[in-house]
């Protein structure tokens, strides 16, 4: 292993060119690269190339809540490597895929019964899209190909998920790729109504019912699908109203179209539960989850349905291919024994509890930042919460970027998009170190004020 000095040599000759990187201000990043490149993690903290210890308050993108560097989950990993290091995914299988499958339906909410692989959270939007389309035509409505989305929403950047995403940035560029026959609901933020609410903002069950109106403008016989977060994570925290989802459920009930709740970021104790499902009490057809499945070690996403849907395919000769869909990697059983050691872990280590211990720590805190300079609005639910900041005049998205930058001065690594700085710290993390991260949030935002 490289000691940081190191490392550091690497990186003051560190060569940037070549790397397209992703969702990132590549020329800015490449100017000033300091800070900005990771050597190694453990725990709750990484490690820059210049030695720089930052606790990780988004644990990862979201997904690495149990820490880095988990014992097990390392071992497991290099364990199946040298057992079984890749099984082709189609016409055959592995053990762990099986028992992983039946691992994550007892853990979904009841009424689910099969899980459809895919390696992260955009392939497995696609799959659902996919699944719901087909569904309708095997069942005999094969004029139900609509798909309905949400604004703000965040979906993958497949072609299905910034389809039925509501991010106009990530869109625009693409407009003649995306699908047609989507519309979209219209999304549940409403600073007036609800700034500064802690957990479900009471206001806004009503939204729901404009998905009477797009049946009432398309017909029910058109609509196959809607795909909502429970909680929108990447428009900064969004959190449903009290009353909405279960609003949305008896719609889709109503009318005969499927619900698909996409939880990459909520699945797996993010809002104290296994799925946001569980938390709000409203089961959908579909769930979509990746990300802390494999505590973000290795790649991997899915789709879990009920049996209904599952069952509306096997139908025909049964050595027929029932759904023609799948991919090189789905199923990986490296991806499988980096998931069930995350599982072990989440179970073992009381993590639902923990997550759900967090969430008082985390609001009372995030919510003392009220009143700071530039602070427009914070939302919080689980142990997820945003700080929405006030434009800098004329410079949309610097003062975030100032946030953040002061942050890993002040050793935390913030997730800052647009206006919003988003917190997710990992379920292993202490009160203290809650509190310390807000504490220099707080020192941040002060300083780009
Ligand atoms: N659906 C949802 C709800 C997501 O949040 C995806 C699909 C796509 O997953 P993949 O694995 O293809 O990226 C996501 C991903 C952020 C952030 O900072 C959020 C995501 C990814 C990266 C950063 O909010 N969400
Ligand atoms: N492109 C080509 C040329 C391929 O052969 C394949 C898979 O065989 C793919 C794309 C799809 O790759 P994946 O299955 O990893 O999604």
């Known amino acids: 292993m490289k000691n940081e000095t190191t490392a550091l040599a690497e990186a003051s000759g560190l ?12 020329r800015y990043l490449k100017r000033n690269p300091r800070s900005r490149v990771l050597a190694r993690a453990e725990g709750a903290y990484y490690t820059t190339v210049e030695g720089k210890r930052l606790f990780d308050c988004l644990s990862g993108l979201w997904c ?18 040298r057992e079984l290091d890749y099984s082709p995914a189609f016409q055959m299988g592995h053990p762990k895929i099986f028992s992983l499958a039946e691992r994550i339906v007892e853990l979904a909410p009841r009424g689910m019964g099969q899980v459809f692989f895919a390696n992260s959270g955009s392939e497995a939007v696609d799959t659902a ?52 026959g989507v519309d979209h609901l219209p999304h549940t933020y409403d600073a007036a109504q609800m700034g500064f609410s802690r957990g479900q903002p009471k206001w806004g069950a009503h939204l729901a019912d404009e998905l009477e109106r ?15 977060e429970p909680m929108q994570g990447s428009a900064g925290v969004l959190v449903p109203p009290v009353g909405y989802l279960e609003r949305l459920r008896a719609i889709c009930d109503k009318h005969g179209i499927l619900l698909i709740f996409d939880e990459v970021i909520t699945g797996f104790g993010r809002l104290g539960q296994a799925f946001g499902a569980q938390r709000f009490g409203v089961t959908p057809d579909m769930i979509t989850f990746a990300k802390i499945v494999t505590n973000g070690v290795i790649p991997m ?3 879990i349905v009920k049996p209904a ?31 069930h050691a995350t599982l072990d872990a989440l179970r073992d280590e009381d993590a639902f509890r923990r997550s759900r211990e967090l969430e008082p720590v985390l609001e009372q805190a995030i919510h003392s930042l009220k009143g700071e300079p530039g602070v427009a609005d914070i939302r919080n639910i689980g142990t997820a919460a945003a700080v929405e900041l006030e434009a800098l005049p004329g410079k949309p998205g610097a003062r975030a970027l100032k946030v953040f930058e002061r942050g890993i001065e002040e050793g935390m690594l913030f997730r800052f998009t647009g206006e919003t700085i988003a917190v997710a710290p990992p379920y292993i993390a202490t009160k203290a170190e809650v509190e310390a991260m807000v ?8 300083a780009a004020a």
Not at 214 to 228: C, F, G, N, R
Not at 311 to 332: C, I, K, N, Q, R
Request: glycine share 12%; aromatic share 8%.
């Open 15 to 26: 060569r940037t060119g070549a790397y397209w990187m992703p969702f990132t201000s590549n």
């Open 64 to 81: 690495c809540p149990l820490g880095h560097a988990h014992p097990k989950i390392a071992e497991a990993v290099s364990n199946q490597v």
């Open 129 to 180: 899209l996919k699944i719901a389309v087909a569904y309708h035509r095997v069942k005999g409505e094969a004029s139900r190909t609509r798909l309905i989305g949400r604004e703000r929403g965040y979906h993958g950047v497949g072609m299905g998920g910034i389809s039925v995403g509501g991010m106009s940035a990530n869109r625009k560029m693409f407009a003649p790729l995306t699908l047609l």
């Open 214 to 228: 797009l049946v009432a403008l398309h017909d029910a016989s058109t609509i196959a699908a809607v795909i909502v």
């Open 301 to 303: 996403g899915g789709v």
């Open 309 to 339: 849907i599952y069952d509306a395919f096997m139908t025909g000769p049964d050595t027929a291919v029932e759904l023609f869909h799948g991919y090189t990697y789905s199923g990986h059983p490296v991806a499988a024994a980096a998931a």
């Open 439 to 446: 504490d220099k949030l707080r020192v941040a935002i002060r």
